[in-house]
């Protein structure tokens, strides 16, 4: 999964955006946020949004990579009772949901142990 540091002040983060969250800075450089990451928290969705067609419940994680940054996903979990927090998870690219009918891309994260 692809991170972007902050040539001016150093923040990673996993998303890029046009100006640094933390300096306003507009210059980063791509950097590699690692294979695994660990799962710090998660909740499951019962009612998802409307327009929004995935069979509930729909499990979102938050995880965290080896250089502390973190990332909110949706979590691809066959057995809602393997995850523990702790688990290590790894980050894969995929459908998420369809909206309208539409799919969505991004990336979801698995047991790392199923990749």
Known sequence: MTGYKCKNCGRIGH???ARCLNCRGTEF?????GDECELLTYTQVYNPPA???VDPPLMVGLVEF????KA??????????DLQIGRKLKPVWG???????EKVYGFKFKLAEET
């Open 66 to 69: 080896p250089n502390e940054v």
């Open 95 to 101: 459908e998420l949901r369809k909206i309208r009918g």
């Open 72 to 81: 909110m996903g949706q979590l691809e979990i066959a057995n809602p009772e």
């Open 51 to 53: 327009g929004v067609d």
């Open 15 to 17: 998303i890029h955006g």
């Open 29 to 33: 450089e791509e950097i590699e946020l």
